[in-house]
């Protein structure tokens, strides 16, 4: 009975098929070390980085999405004919652009963590975030003038 689990005091405690009734709670996730190149990194951090890659993919289609729509489904700009596309074409080239960097950025990312560096610093957020505010500032001057 050498291998029953005890507590401190020498007494042994309750235990069910899956092991100690209170076992230890896991330590953070710690990525390969960086001895051992090409070695799987932990399977929290590829999720992770999976994840994101799939939320950047669904901002990507929501643009094209949004563009499709604002080109085709928006009523014309009294006077400006043009109106529709300075609007939408941007959305669905951003769309096309993020869906291709977010790949790039998935794959170093994965590769970094293999190597154990940490991953590089995203662009993504401050390109979405300067072309969608031109974009939206291009409409309310549309709006402005057509109005």
């Known amino acids: 009975m050498g291998n029953v689990p005890r507590t401190p005091a020498g007494k042994e405690t309750p235990t069910d098929a899956s092991g100690p009734a209170n076992p230890a ?3 953070p996730p710690v990525p390969p070390a960086a001895d051992a190149p090409g070695a799987e990194p932990d399977a929290r951090f590829t999720f992770a980085n999976e994840r994101t890659f799939l939320a950047w ?3 990507a289609l929501a643009l094209v999405a949004a563009g499709l729509a604002i080109v085709q489904l928006l009523p ?7 109106g529709r596309h300075a609007i939408g074409i941007p959305l669905i080239l ?12 998935w794959d170093a990312n994965q ?7 940490p ?14 505010g031109l ?12 109005g």
Do not use: K, M, Q
């Open 135 to 146: 974009v939206a500032l291009a409409a309310a001057v549309l709006a402005l003038i057509s």
């Open 57 to 59: 993919i669904r901002t």
């Open 94 to 105: 951003l769309g096309a652009v993020i869906a291709v960097l977010s790949y790039i950025e």
């Open 76 to 82: 014309p700009f009294h006077g400006i004919r043009w």
């Open 111 to 117: 590769r970094a963590l293999r190597r154990g560096d």
């Open 25 to 27: 709670p896991p330590g």
């Open 119 to 132: 991953p590089r610093h995203s662009r993504l957020p401050r390109l979405l975030a300067v072309i969608v």
